[in-house]
């Protein structure tokens, strides 16, 4: 016999002690189960918490949203105040309206807990309540999640947490009660974590399954500790030019061009965990096509522009399938000019997107592949230079920063080096202002080798790698011929970079050589 227990709209959990622990989950005594349904945290805040107002508000978003001919299998939308964002919510869920599905997996961030990975809700929770009914917990799709570490985060995340909640009255109002898997997704989640999720998600999806992920986008204002931008009449179509451009790596299902785009920007987008794992399941396990629907602000609103908050919605329309594995990686070879092109733009676009945040890293993706040498795993170091007037006063060298090893795709290392270079500890951090004044030069790097002594190292051909003590530096093949130093002056320069006296080098020091294509901007 299952006892179900009920709590008003909006009321709290009375206690979460051991002896009230009927409340919070599921107590066994005998063959009797006691079973929690979810109530609502922000009904009557965040949302209307009578039903009838509710359903009005709900359906007359849903109405005002432009007709669309084929149903969504995956949405992301915002969980805001339903008066700030409502209207974009009600166009990524409107298509969803007449649709068929039998489970609906509920993606979203965690605002009050700190973990990586999901989270699911505790074994005993029967469903998730609104004003406007019960919608069931798929119990067995939770417990097979519930097997896997990728899902082990905390169970009680889900009591405050208004991210899934929010989105429950829509989908009450377009598919119906339909079974839910609630998923929150933590901030520590890589995007290797993200694509294990992924993995295990896609277990769960058919031809019946609605994925929809909660987030909002760019949060800007002292509150939210991200203030790039003039608090002015001009931040609404910068922070709606800014949430276009990454909702469009989203739409493109491209998690690696959305990740990269958020994460060098210092984008405050909450659901972007999330959001990966969803791109992650759908550039393995999906055939079909993102659309962005609605990109918004809530100055429109509140005319508020001290505070404000982007809101996006994205359909993806398309059929599940099995899981598709990642080709393996090419191997690097000599970059064509078209690649060298490439690369440097990419990365000139990251220091744009990192020091404007803009969305120049995300406009680049759009544009550019991701194969052949781009793919390819590769050690690369970003080089800026400063020209001109600045070069003869100050020296040429701005900042560089790299990677010797290749453990990672050539793309991903260029975005690495390029934000590290901007702020190179042995100069200013990068400015803005400064991007029109420098160039950039990108050194690809062979894999190094071990070479008996100095007498093996060739200037202007080899970098070196010098390790001495626990000590070690670097420098790059170019080094010798801008530099037009001896091979002595050349390594005991080397040493002192390393922390160590001049003529450390000249015993017990290694020596790793390594080659370089190295190709700049024209000056």
Not at 189 to 202: G, N, Q, S, Y
Not at 263 to 280: H, M
């Amino acid at each position: 016999m299952i006892a179900r227990l009920r709590f008003g709209s909006a009321g709290p959990i009375p206690c979460l002690g051991s002896v009230c622990a009927v409340f919070a989950g599921v107590l066994m005594f005998g063959h009797v189960a006691y079973a929690e349904v979810r109530p609502p945290a922000v009904a009557g805040a965040f949302y209307p918490g009578k039903p009838e107002q509710l359903e009005r508000e709900v359906q007359g978003y849903l109405r005002a949203a432009p007709p669309s001919a084929r149903t969504p299998a995956a949405v992301i939308a915002p969980h805001a105040g339903y008066v700030f964002s409502g209207a974009t919510a009600g166009k990524a869920f409107a298509a969803l309206a007449g649709g068929t599905f039998t489970r609906v997996i509920l993606l979203g961030p965690s605002h009050h807990a700190g973990f990586g990975g999901g989270a699911l809700p505790a074994a005993g929770v029967t469903a998730f309540s609104t004003p406007l009914g019960e919608m069931p917990v798929d119990t067995a799709a939770v417990a097979k999640l519930a097997r896997f570490p990728e899902f082990s985060g905390p169970t009680g995340a889900h009591a405050p947490e208004h991210c899934l909640e929010v989105e429950l009255p829509f989908l009450q109002a377009t598919v119906g009660n339909v079974p839910i898997v609630p998923i929150l997704v933590g901030h520590a989640t890589d995007r290797d974590a993200a694509a294990a999720m992924a993995r295990r998600l896609a277990e769960l999806v058919g031809p019946t399954t609605l994925v929809v992920v909660s987030s909002d986008f760019t949060h800007h204002g002292a509150p939210y500790g991200y203030r790039p931008f003039p608090t002015d009449r001009t931040i609404g179509p910068r922070l709606i030019a800014l949430g276009r451009s990454t909702a469009a790596r989203a739409a493109a299902i491209d998690p690696r061009g959305f990740l990269q785009q958020v994460e060098a920007s210092g984008d405050t987008v909450c659901g972007a965990r999330p959001i990966v794992v969803l791109l992650e399941l759908l550039a393995h396990s999906f055939q079909g096509t993102g659309t962005v629907v609605d990109v918004t602000t809530s100055a429109e609103v509140s005319g508020d522009y001290s505070q404000v908050v982007a809101y996006v919605g994205v359909d993806f329309v398309g059929s599940w399938g099995p899981w598709r594995e990642d080709p393996a990686a090419p191997r690097p070879s000599e970059l064509s000019h078209a690649e060298q092109k490439a690369v440097l733009a990419l990365a000139r676009a990251t220091l744009g997107t990192h020091l404007n945040h803009d969305g120049q890293l995300a406009d680049w993706f759009g544009a550019n592949p991701v194969q052949g040498n781009l793919a390819a795993p590769s050690g690369v170091f970003v080089t800026i230079n400063n020209r001109g007037v600045k070069a003869k006063k100050e020296g040429r060298l701005r900042g560089c920063i790299g990677t010797m090893e290749a453990r990672e795709p050539l793309v991903d290392a260029i975005v690495d080096a390029a934000v590290s270079a901007a702020h190179d500890p042995r100069f200013p951090e990068l400015d803005p202002s400064e991007l029109p004044e420098v160039t950039l030069e990108v050194s690809v790097l062979s894999p190094m080798h071990v070479v008996p002594g100095p007498d093996d190292i060739v200037l202007g051909k080899h970098g070196v790698f010098l390790t001495k003590g626990g000590r070690r530096a670097v420098f790059l093949p170019q080094v010798a011929t801008e530099t037009k130093w001896d091979l002595a002056t050349f390594l005991s320069n080397l040493s002192m970079k390393a922390g160590l006296s001049p003529d450390a080098w000249k015993s017990g020091a290694t020596f790793e050589v390594f080659t370089a294509q190295v190709f700049g901007e024209e000056e």
